[in-house]
């Protein structure tokens, strides 16, 4: 049976927290613990933790069933309640922010990439934008991709099956390359 709050306690505001506050506080930690653990080996490894929490994690990607590795998040959402999750949720969220630019600047690149090969408004647009890239390099492999998408596009209309080249690619990696140097330039 749950106690009363006193009349003191409630004057004060100094309630203690409800059961449900409680519940959510626990699948919180919980719900971080299941995130901590889809980051990278190498990443976690690198978060300051308890030795205890640490091997905690080790052994959950150890275990082979459900059953287990059930137990085991348990057992890790125990740890945490012991733990400052403050550290934890700050690693977190950086690796999730990084992987939200990372992806941003591939979608970039493809939108870049099909607009440099639709016409010279695209590469003007291109220069503009990244005036630090290697313009010359670009050039000649923009002109190449551009031959080779023609080549592709005259076998579309023959009605004959079409691949992405290897130009097209390696035009996507050198812009990635560029839009990485300067997103880390601007960081």
Do not use: C
């Not at 004060?12 to 409800?18: E, R």
């Not at 080790?58 to 309640?81: H, S, V």
């Not at 090969?117 to 005036?131: S, T």
Request: glycine letters at 4%; charged letters at 35%.
């Amino acid at each position: 049976m749950r106690r009363r709050p006193s009349s003191e306690e409630i004057a004060a505001g100094t309630l203690p927290p409800s059961k449900s506050q409680l519940k959510r506080e626990d699948q919180a930690l919980h719900e971080l613990g299941a995130a901590l653990l889809e980051l990278p080996a190498a990443l976690l490894d690198a978060i300051p933790m308890s030795d205890r929490l640490r091997e905690a994690f080790n052994d959950y990607r150890r275990f082979p069933t459900m059953e287990a590795r059930r137990r085991q998040m348990q057992y890790i959402g125990k740890l945490l309640r012991s733990e400052d999750a403050d550290p934890l949720q700050l690693a977190l969220d950086a690796h999730r922010s990084q992987r939200a630019r990372d992806a941003s600047v591939l979608h970039d690149a493809e939108q870049w990439r099909d607009r440099i090969l639709d016409g010279d408004d695209g590469w003007q647009a291109w220069i503009a934008a990244f005036p630090a890239g290697d313009t010359r390099a670009l050039r000649g492999l923009v002109t190449n991709a551009r031959r080779e998408k023609q080549q592709a596009d005259d076998l579309a209309r023959r009605g004959q099956p079409v691949r992405k080249g290897k130009l097209y690619r390696e035009l996507f990696q050198k812009l990635r390359a560029v839009m990485s140097a300067d997103d880390a330039a601007s960081d």
